[in-house]
């Protein structure tokens, strides 16, 4: 039997507690890759077998999909890191499931990586071209975010949470195998180690996000809790790199 060829594109979408909504964030994830005209390949990280997303998640009716999870909920981090690490794309990236990103901004994310030659592509609220509707307190996190990064890493880009990143399958090859951070840090994580290993050619492009809450989940415990935890996880990795250079070497 014929070796199946290398799909020029693999998208990561972890999940957690989505049973009603997973099987459409993949098919609206997939009609935009179809659009694309590239072959490609989604595996979808169930974060936790705590409900039924898994089993949901199996039934969508999608040629190039595959469903992974594990028995306990580790964090955002730790599901894109095993969807990484099964990807065969000559680009592999992660988007979130959500109805709040518009998974269309993908294409015009390819072009830029072609155009610019880039190492690594991120989705961005704080590019030029973005349309987002945002709370205030997160802007204003956003924007704080941002500073700490360009301080503590030097990394020159406006926005690293948004949950649309791409990569070069070299890039991951170098930098995956030595990340640590599974849940609240982790975008921060992969791109200060990338850029610390000689991956310098970082970019963003413009996203589509509608994300609306009321007053209350604004000044909730869990919005502070998610700072605090956010910030910790960030000192950490300045720790890591800055300090015991644990990421250092090949």
């Not at 609206?28 to 072959?39: A, I």
């Not at 294409?107 to 349309?131: C, F, Q, T, V």
């Not at 990340?179 to 610390?196: C, M, P, Q």
């Not at 050619?201 to 809790?225: D, H, M, N, Q």
């Amino acid at each position: 039997m014929p070796q199946e060829m290398q799909p020029e594109l693999s998208i990561v979408m972890p999940v957690f507690r989505q049973e009603k909504h997973v099987v459409r964030y993949l098919e609206r994830l997939n009609t935009v890759l179809k659009n694309t005209r590239k072959s490609y390949e989604i595996i979808c990280v169930v974060d936790g077998m705590v409900d039924k997303t898994y089993e949901n998640a199996k039934t969508a009716k999608i040629p190039k999909i595959r469903v992974l999870t594990y028995p306990l909920n580790q964090g955002k981090g730790n599901a894109v890191r095993l969807g990484m690490s099964k990807a065969r794309g000559k680009i592999v990236g992660f988007v979130d499931g959500g109805f709040d990103l518009n998974y269309s901004a993908i294409p015009l994310a390819l072009e830029h990586m072609k155009w610019y030659d880039a190492d690594i592509i991120i989705g961005s609220k704080r590019h030029p071209a973005s349309k987002v509707i945002y709370p205030w307190p997160r802007r204003v996190l956003s924007f704080l975010s941002q500073l700490l990064v360009r301080v503590l890493f030097g990394i020159n880009v406006r926005d690293t949470q948004v949950g649309m990143k791409f990569f070069k399958r070299q890039v991951l090859k170098k930098v995956l195998p030595k990340l640590l951070v599974k849940a609240w840090a982790f975008d921060i994580e992969i791109l200060a180690v990338a850029h610390s290993l000689g991956f310098k050619k970082i970019y963003e492009f413009p996203v589509e996000i509608t994300l609306e809450f009321g007053s209350a989940s604004i000044v909730s415990s869990k919005f502070f809790r998610v700072i605090f935890w956010t910030l910790w996880d960030t000192l950490a990795v300045f720790y890591r790199l800055k300090i015991r250079h644990y990421y250092d070497g090949a």
